[in-house]
T-cell receptor, first 115, second 112 residues
């Protein structure tokens, strides 16, 4: 199956700093990638849809200036958490699909802890 | 608004004890229903996609079924390695949007 690589697996940072998370599709081109956030024992919540070469589409309630998404190529999307605060601590997961309407392949996730 | 409800929230079974997990959904037209397995600290791993009522799919000890209102994930003679959180998600037929709406999952523990 298709492989989605996410890096880093975990990151600890001080409040006020910015953190970048990378998501790569290793063996296929992903015109669309998705960023999810998951709090402990809760469901995955879609944050934004990332389209190659265009601006990301953010879900209601997600601050676009805080969670910067860049999809510069067909195999790479990045999520930057700017001026991170403890409430941003969460598990962030990216995903991609081979074709519209088909199953999503997920990265291994990034655990962000903001001190 | 699409909604997905999974039950039970947690389930503990003895090894070899078969059971079923439930996923009830409300969606304005179903494009697909997906089952994923998630291990702690990992991203979800794809298991099945079901598209229409009456459809069934099997993989090893797992079997997924679909009706117009719910889906079941049947686990036959489970082993400890089947312990994980099982997530259900639905996709509505919105053009150009592959967004999935997830349930909160069933945390399954298989006791040796």
């Amino acid at each position: 199956g298709a492989v989605v690589s996410q890096h880093p697996s975990w990151v600890i940072c001080k409040s006020g700093t910015s953190v970048k998370i990378e998501c790569r599709s290793l063996d296929f081109q992903a015109t669309t990638m998705f960023w999810y956030r998951q709090f402990p024992k809760q469901s995955l919540m879609l944050m934004a849809t990332s389209n190659e070469g265009s601006k990301a589409t953010y879900e209601q309630g997600v601050e676009k200036d805080k969670f910067l998404i860049n999809h510069a190529s067909l195999t790479l999307s990045t999520l930057t958490v700017t001026s991170a605060h403890p409430e941003d601590s969460s598990f962030y997961i990216c995903s991609a699909t081979l074709r519209r309407g088909e199953k999503l392949f997920f990265g291994s996730g990034t655990q962000l802890s903001v001190l | 608004e699409d909604q997905v409800t999974q039950s039970p929230e947690a389930l503990r079974l003895q090894e070899g004890e078969s059971s079923s997990l439930n996923c009830s959904y409300t969606v304005s037209g179903l494009r697909g229903l997906f089952w994923y397995r998630q291990d702690p600290g990992k991203g979800p791993e794809f298991l099945f996609t079901l598209y229409s009522a009456g459809e069934e799919k099997e993989k090893e000890r797992l079997k997924a079924t679909l009706t117009k209102k719910e889906s079941f994930l049947h686990i036959t003679a489970p082993k400890p390695e089947d312990s994980a959180t099982y997530l259900c998600a639905v996709q509505a037929p919105t053009f150009g949007n592959e967004k999935l709406t997830f349930g909160t999952g069933t945390r399954l523990t298989i006791i040796p």
